[in-house]
């Protein structure tokens, strides 16, 4: 019987859409295995290094939509403006 627990391994892609230009992959993605996430969440709700990354060089609502081309990856800060912009709204 092992002794290791199950668990899972998350791993994220990440591109510099100034020169990968929302190819799904090629040159300017990078691929990162074993995300660690911090434990409790801190107050910012940044658990993890990728949580602070820089959004992409567009629109918040584009790279939302332009997440739907490449499909493999998502920028958590056009997500968070996202949601912002729709909550002030009527």
Do not use: C, K
């Not at 230009?21 to 940044?46: C, K, M, S």
């Not at 739907?68 to 997500?79: P, Y």
């Amino acid at each position: 019987m092992s002794s290791s627990r199950p668990g899972a391994d998350p791993s994220l892609l990440q591109a510099d859409e100034r020169r990968t230009q929302w190819r799904p992959d090629g040159t300017g993605v990078t691929f990162t295995p074993n995300i660690r996430y911090t434990e409790p969440l801190p107050p910012d709700g940044a658990a993890a290094a990728h949580h602070r990354a820089e959004p992409p060089p567009v629109p918040a609502w584009d790279a939302l939509a332009l997440t739907s081309i490449t499909r493999n990856r998502h920028n958590l800060a056009s997500l968070r403006s996202s949601l912002r912009t729709m909550a002030t709204q009527p």
